[in-house]
Structure formats: structure tokens, C-alpha cells
């Protein structure tokens, strides 16, 4: 397995997370993304930028597919009561960068988890 494939963190962390949020709670995203970024990230960046991606797929695309089967009626009145205009693009990009910023909040904490517990070199 190719493990510096740029795409394999987001998908494994839209995978994860929209199979955990199946029996557990919204938030249960932000532990697969902290897991993730905590045993499989090279740097925070990347770690980030995974659980963004990843993390706001994970809502954008079932709350796009669910807004589509009802032709956007839900989402317009959703969207009707925030500041959105009655968007319901608007309140699916605003839902996808709350999820993004969680996931990517907590894959980049898992990150500097692990270099913070990392040993430090020794000087010689």
C-alpha cells in the first residue's frame, strides 16, 4: 500500500467517520479524525487538510443527497432561518466547513499529539 498517496487520509477518514456517525453520535467524527491523524499523518498540515476534506465530505454528501430527494425544501427553510438568504447551497457549504473545521481540528490535535510524545534527540 502506497502510503504517500495524498488521498488516502481523506477517504479513510470519510469512510470512518460516516460509518461511525451510523450509530454514534455527530461528534464521533472528530475521534476518527484524531485517530487518524495521531497513527497515520506525517505533519499537521497534512493532517489538517485530511480531516478538513474528509470530515466535510462526510456531511456535504448525504446532506446534498437528502437535500435532492426533497428538492431543497427543508434545506431553503433551514436556511431561511440563518443569515443565509434562503440558500440551500449556502447551508450546505456553511454545514460542510463546520464539519471540516471539527474534523480538521482534531486530526491536527492527533497530530501534535504524536510529536509531542515523540522522544526528543539526544545531543551528542
Known amino acids: 500500500m502506497n502510503w504517500r498517496n495524498p488521498w488516502l487520509l481523506p477517504i479513510l ?17 472528530a475521534v476518527v479524525a484524531f485517530a487518524i491523524g495521531l497513527l497515520m499523518a506525517p505533519t499537521g498540515r497534512v493532517a489538517f487538510w485530511a480531516g478538513f476534506s474528509g470530515a466535510g465530505l462526510s456531511w456535504i454528501l448525504p ?10 425544501l427543508l434545506a431553503h427553510r433551514v436556511a431561511q432561518l440563518l443569515p443565509l438568504g434562503g440558500s440551500a447551497i449556502a447551508l ?19 497530530a501534535w499529539l504524536r510529536e509531542a510524545l515523540r522522544p526528543a534527540p539526544q545531543p551528542s
Open 92 to 110: 450546505l457549504l456553511v454545514t460542510g466547513i463546520v464539519a471540516g473545521l471539527v474534523g480538521g481540528l482534531a486530526a491536527l490535535a492527533g
Open 13 to 29: 477518514i470519510l469512510v470512518l467517520a460516516s460509518a461511525a456517525q451510523l450509530d454514534f453520535p455527530w461528534w464521533s467524527l
Open 63 to 72: 446532506a446534498a443527497w437528502l437535500s435532492q430527494q426533497n428538492d431543497s
